[in-house]
């Protein structure tokens, strides 16, 4: 069982920055695709960013060019670097892990960590 915390979320302004980051319980092996997913209230869960057991990342289209995945395998964390924060950011982010790329790609990945609020004000 891999337990997933998030912290460095908080409050900010618009054009400001945060990172995120995801400590998990246990070493996350290689083979483990991650991601994060965030949620505003009232709207559907989306994918954020995922860093893939393959090497390969990918980003939604309204984050690509501020935000940045990554990883520090020593620290077993992964991060989520935002920058030039726009308020429709403003979510609860998720980290989340799966050993299945597929799994993590259409959002059902086995483990979730509780969420970090993100508020963006204008």
């Known amino acids: 069982q891999v337990h997933l915390v998030e912290s460095g979320g908080g409050s900010v302004q618009a054009g400001g920055s945060l990172r995120l980051s995801c400590a998990a319980s246990?070493?996350?092996?290689?083979?483990?695709?991650m991601g994060w997913f965030r949620q505003a209230p009232g709207k559907e869960r989306e994918g954020v960013a995922g860093?893939?057991?393959?090497?390969?990342?990918s980003y939604a289209d309204s984050v690509k060019g501020r935000f940045t995945i990554s990883k520090d395998n020593a620290k077993n964390t992964l991060y989520l670097q935002m920058n030039s924060l726009k308020p429709e950011d403003t979510a609860m982010y998720y980290c989340?892990?799966?050993?299945?790329?597929?799994?993590?790609?259409?959002?059902?990945?086995?483990?979730w960590g509780q969420g970090t609020q993100v508020t963006v004000s204008s």
């Open positions: 246990e070493y996350i092996y290689s083979w483990y695709s």
């Open positions: 860093l893939y057991a393959d090497g390969t990342t």
């Open positions: 989340a892990a799966d050993n299945s790329k597929v799994s993590l790609v259409y959002g059902a990945p086995k483990y």
